[in-house]
T-cell receptor, first 112, second 113 residues
């Protein structure tokens, strides 16, 4: 079955540490990939997306993600996290079969 | 520009009661969606509407009905609530179809006793 996996369910980091959150998908063929973020008490908002072209995409607030087709991965990175990055992060994938699947989410806590 | 709005923000129901969750968007988007968010399970699509007048089932449609009242509004109805429907419900919209960026509402927390 088609799925999106986020292997890190909870991550705790100190400010200024580097971040990498894993995301793997099981679709074959063309796929559109997204990272959404949900800050405490707020609704989900788009962080970045990949449709085609340069596999390294840059999003808001210094986040970036790299699409590696051979590994079916779309990992999220940030060189230096801030306390304000504390949030839940969701990876999502869409293929041409009208399926838009979200991962289970990763809760990030950044310690000041 | 309010984006996507949802009412109510919080609701407590008894098993067997019915209720309708309301969603509206002011971005002139064609597509609208209802998701539920449960701990450890991410967001799961309940129903979606690709355009005014059409609705389709998502991953977990059982126990729910929807109405796309017009281009702006997309409601979700629980006819006979069950404890398994305790969840946070999010409405979302996108401009054309599901591959586009989705814009989410603030969510409705539903507790079914």
């Amino acid at each position: 079955a088609q799925s999106v996996s986020q292997h890190n369910h909870h991550v705790i980091l100190s400010e200024a540490a580097s971040l990498e959150l894993g995301c793997n998908y099981s679709y074959g063929g063309t796929v559109n990939l997204f990272w959404y973020v949900q800050y405490p008490g707020q609704h989900l908002q788009l962080l970045l997306k990949y449709f085609s072209g340069d596999p390294l995409v840059k999003g808001i607030k210094g986040f970036e993600a790299e699409f590696i087709k051979s590994k079916f991965s779309f990992n999220l990175r940030k060189p230096s996290v801030q306390w304000s990055d504390t949030a839940e992060y969701f990876c999502a994938a869409y293929s041409g079969t009208y399926k838009y699947i979200f991962g289970t989410g990763t809760r990030l806590k950044v310690l000041a | 520009n309010a984006g996507v709005t949802q009412t109510p923000k919080f609701q407590v129901l008894k098993t067997g009661q019915s209720m309708t969750l309301q969603c509206a968007q002011d971005m002139n988007h064609n597509s609208m969606y209802w998701y539920r968010q449960d701990p450890g399970m991410g967001l799961r699509l309940i129903y979606y509407s690709a355009s005014e007048g059409t609705t389709d089932k998502g991953e977990v449609p059982n126990g729910y009905n929807v109405s796309r009242l017009n281009k702006r509004e997309f409601s979700l109805r629980l006819e006979s609530a069950a404890p398994s429907q305790t969840s946070v419900y999010f409405c979302a919209s996108s401009e054309r179809d599901r591959k586009e960026t989705q814009y989410f509402g603030p969510g409705t927390r539903l507790l079914v006793l």
